[in-house]
């Protein structure tokens, strides 16, 4: 499967603890973006990389939340104490580095519920 | 900022009729327009995407146009099947940046 991988799937903590999510993108794909999508609603977007530098951030993108993409490569989502609106679909997608009109191809994501 | 509202929020059909989603966009200088396919427990797949440049495109029963002045842009399906039963979403991009913004998604239902 040469699609976008994120891990894990599905993530239940409680209220205050730390979170570390995985994306690792299309082969090749230079770009690198992170969206929130809550129950019944669109994708919110949150952050985006070119390679490892993060060029893009989202006012949703508290100081609790960290995002980072060390080798250009595979890029890594942190929630520092988590709270009940915390709970979502963290998705990631990624894109070639050619012209801003490219796809952006999806992962099925990552589920964090805060109990 | 861009603001994307999509409607109806759910449609249903019968199996072999048409599906038309409609979205609107506020910021004129938006330049780029995908949709996607979210199936439950699944990421988005983009099915069809157009840019400002091109008024229409069409890949086997999906098509999509683009009404620049306007700003609106719809989502055809035709000859609908009770596997085209997902949610749909609209998103339009700027040229200034690379973040996509979605509308609230559609929930089609295909009735066999």
């Known amino acids: 499967d040469t699609g976008v991988s994120q891990n894990p799937r599905h993530k239940i903590t409680k209220r205050g603890q730390n979170v570390t999510f995985r994306c690792d993108p299309i082969s090749e794909h230079n770009r690198l973006y992170w969206y929130r999508q809550t129950l019944g609603q669109g994708p919110e977007f949150l952050t985006y990389f070119q390679n490892e530098a993060q060029l893009e951030k989202s006012r949703l993108l508290s100081d609790r939340f960290s995002a980072e993409r060390p080798k250009g490569s595979f890029s890594t989502l942190e929630i520092q104490r988590t709270e009940q609106g915390d709970s979502a679909m963290y998705l990631c997608a990624s894109s070639p580095d050619s012209n801003s009109n490219q796809p952006q191809h999806f992962g099925d994501g990552t589920r964090l519920s805060i109990l | 900022g861009e603001n994307v509202e999509q409607h109806p929020s759910t449609l249903s059909v019968q199996e072999g009729d048409s599906a038309v989603i409609k979205c609107t966009y506020s910021d004129s200088a938006s330049n780029y327009f995908p949709w996607y396919k979210q199936e439950l427990g699944k990421g988005p797949q983009l099915i069809i995407d157009i840019r400002s440049n091109v008024g229409e495109k069409k890949d086997q029963r999906i098509a999509v146009t683009l009404n620049k002045t306007a700003k609106h842009f719809s989502l055809h399906i035709t000859e609908t099947q009770p596997e085209d039963s997902a949610v749909y979403f609209c998103?339009?991009?700027?040229?200034?940046?690379?973040?996509?913004?979605f509308g609230s998604g559609t929930r089609l239902l295909v009735r066999p």
């Open positions: 998103a339009a991009r700027m040229d200034s940046s690379y973040k996509l913004i």
